[in-house]
């Protein structure tokens, strides 16, 4: 058996390979990377205030999946800006920002995420989005993202999403 280092990489094998992710006989996959560019949500794709979440959840319209709720509402700016809540009942702290950053991810990722200028994106994280995996949480996120764009694209409040 070769020597490993800390990232998994066989030691005396120096090759300019992607290093090997197995550990202990379970792979361990990577998400698909997206463009590199922006690799943060910057402020003006953020809610800030809590009165810009109040008014979502308020005045805005919403849609339920088993691990998350979106609350939408159009806002004045030209991009769409996301905001995300997780209660106690998600899971401790560490569960809770783990959960947060997925969702970020997604939403930072998606392909669609132009199509939704124009609203301000609440995301309610349910208590079984603590223990979803990433693939579950991003493919009930894109589905449901996908169904918002959609209903923007189409005439806001002619048709419900």
């Keep these: 058996m070769a020597a490993r280092s800390w990232r ?5 094998a120096a090759s300019g390979s992607a290093p090997d992710l197995t550990v202990e006989g379970r792979s361990a996959p990577r998400p698909a990377a997206c463009s ?21 959840y308020r005045q ?5 999946g088993s691990l998350v709720t979106i609350h939408v509402h ?7 800006r996301l905001g995300i809540t ?3 009942k998600v899971g401790k702290a560490v569960v809770r920002h783990r959960a947060k950053r997925r969702v970020r991810e997604v939403f930072r990722c998606w392909e669609g995420r132009a199509q939704l200028s124009g609203l301000d994106v609440v995301v309610h994280l349910k208590p079984p ?3 979803a995996g990433f693939a579950e949480l991003r493919a009930e996120l894109e589905e449901l993202l996908s169904r918002l764009a ?8 002619q048709e419900k999403w």
Excluded: F, I, M, T
Excluded at 74 to 80: D, G, I, Q
């Design 8 to 12: 998994g990489v066989d030691a005396k």
């Design 86 to 88: 997780a209660s106690r």
């Design 129 to 131: 989005a603590g223990r």
């Design 74 to 80: 159009p806002n004045e700016a030209a991009a769409a």
């Design 36 to 56: 590199s560019e922006g690799r943060q949500l910057g402020r003006r794709h953020r809610l800030r205030r809590s009165a810009e979440y109040l008014r979502c």
């Design 60 to 64: 805005g319209r919403k849609r339920h």
């Design 150 to 157: 959609a209903w923007n694209s189409g005439g806001r409040h």
